[in-house]
């Protein structure tokens, strides 16, 4: 009992050094100071508090942009917390992107009454696949001729300026808007997140895209090379309505999560905002391309040009006619899968020659690629070609032939396949698929190196030497591997010719 009695009493002594020892520690701090008392601020302003503060991150949560860009889709319900947001989208539909003015009064007045340019771009968000990403868009662009990734949606659009699409750059687009006045583009994305995926057993996870903003003002140059703002989102694309699935499906899922789980998430918002990035870091490249130069007249190019004239096209990519030999190396049998739509099976063919993919079976093939692919790929290693619907052949009439034709009529002689008295005719092959008058005329333009203009009209001899008007219809009753004669005959007009079929 006593001990117990003496325990108070110590703690008071304890207690009492304590409050001495920290009023020492004070003193001693206001002392070196050099002032009787010390203040908290003057505490904080030593060394060592300094070199804490400095080690913090700056504070850019309250820093206002110059611009803000507002995708309007919603945003995923399964995210955490402290991940980036991420939207799903369909492949092909239109989605609103809002182009807003935060700047404050007096912010960037060089700009003002100017107009600013803005290059958006749809680009991988895996690092693997940046490193890759020229080969990716080259087999995207083997698989789907003609085809763009990122286009705009011009009509819905307003605001936008000389809109352009570079047909070397399939993910890129951009324009002129003034900051002014309101402006919304409605962008299209063509590309789904699974053309980029290994397929080996279906139902794998697409990869994620990142939809970045970079805007430009003008240097002294008139030229749009100085930086502004960039931002950036995250977005998968989906098969048409397939986004909404997903959307629907996070949405059921974060509903059967417990209270506590959903805290871990972020709620679904209904418009995507863009958070500030880096510029894009090929931004150099883009600008020493002539699509940034607004002012030379001479490289323009405009949306849907990306064809080329009729004139002018570019060579399609060959087709399945060029058969792999077995004499094709690994590095030439990698080519012949991307000239002919089979990007996505290149790293499954890596170390294969010709000699190794023509020893594949058709069941060997279908359970690597899958039933649809693997078929075209077997069909393609063998050779196989469809036969076309008609096929119909054709001699250009010649003044020898005339002088043969009338001896035959003469001499009442037959002739067969073109060969009469020692004379050998050399005929062409033209196959139709589509068994139109406008197919036909362009076979014929082809087979002669002349352009479809200079056609006006095809007719065919009939009865007593009448000229039939060469009609659909018409073709479609040819009989397989007819054979005619092609006379010309000069149309009214002065560079245009009638081609009679005998």
Not at 244 to 270: A, N, V
Not at 274 to 290: G, M, R
């Amino acid at each position: 009992m006593a001990w117990a009695l003496k325990l108070p009493l110590a703690d008071e002594v304890i207690e009492s050094g304590l409050v001495q020892d920290f009023d020492a520690s004070l003193s001693g701090i206001g002392q070196e100071l050099g002032a009787g008392a010390y203040s908290m601020s003057d505490v904080l302003a030593l060394p060592i508090f300094k070199q804490e503060e400095s080690s913090l991150p700056p504070d850019n949560e309250n820093k206002i942009l110059p611009f803000q860009y507002v995708l309007c889709a919603a945003t995923s319900p399964a995210v955490k917390l402290h991940d980036e947001t991420l939207t799903y989208l369909n492949q092909g539909q239109s989605y609103e992107i809002r182009m807003l003015d935060n700047r404050k009064l007096g912010e960037l007045p060089e700009i003002n009454g100017k107009l600013v340019k803005s290059i958006f771009r749809v680009v991988f968000h895996d690092r693997r696949l940046q490193y890759t990403e020229h080969q990716q868009l080259e087999g995207w662009r083997w698989n789907r001729p003609g085809d763009r990734i990122l286009d705009i949606d011009i009509p819905m659009s307003v605001g936008i300026i000389d809109p352009r699409a570079n047909p070397n750059q399939l993910n890129t687009v951009e324009f002129l808007w003034d900051p002014a006045k309101r402006t919304s583009v409605f962008i299209q994305v063509h590309c789904i997140s699974t053309e980029f995926t290994m397929r080996k057993h279906g139902g794998e996870k697409g990869v994620p895209f990142r939809v970045q903003i970079d805007t430009f003002k003008e240097n002294e140059n008139g030229e749009y090379t100085e930086h502004l703002h960039s931002a950036s989102c995250q977005i998968k694309v989906f098969k048409p309505k397939g986004a909404d699935r997903k959307q629907k499906t996070d949405r059921e899922k974060m509903e059967k999560r417990t209270p506590h789980e959903k805290e871990k998430y972020q709620p679904s918002y209904e418009t995507t905002i863009l958070t500030e990035c880096s510029p894009w870091p090929e931004i150099t490249y883009v600008n020493n391309s002539p699509s940034p130069g607004f002012n030379s007249s001479h490289n323009n190019f405009s949306l849907g040009e990306g064809n080329g004239s009729p004139n002018h096209q570019p060579e399609p990519p060959p087709p399945v006619t060029d058969n792999l030999l077995p004499t094709t190396t690994p590095q030439e049998a990698q080519q012949w899968l991307h000239r002919n739509r089979f990007s996505t099976f290149t790293r499954l063919f890596t170390n294969f020659s010709g000699a190794d993919l023509l020893k594949l079976t058709r069941d060997d093939v279908i359970q690597i690629c899958g039933p649809a692919d693997g078929i075209r790929l077997f069909n393609a290693l063998k050779g196989r070609m469809v036969r076309p619907r008609l096929t119909i052949y054709v001699c250009q009439e010649s003044l020898q032939l005339r002088e043969q034709q009338q001896q035959q009529q003469q001499q009442q002689q037959k002739h067969e396949d073109g060969d009469s008295n020692g004379t050998f005719f050399v005929y062409h092959a033209i196959y139709l698929e589509e068994l139109t008058a406008v197919e036909l005329t362009e076979k014929i333009a082809q087979l002669f190196s002349i352009s479809p203009c200079q056609i006006s009209q095809i007719y065919k001899q009939g009865p007593t030497g009448i000229h039939v008007l060469i009609s659909d219809e018409m073709i479609q009753n040819f009989q397989e591997e007819a054979c005619f004669i092609l006379d010309t005959m000069k149309a009214e007009t002065n560079d245009s010719y009638h081609i009679i079929l005998k």
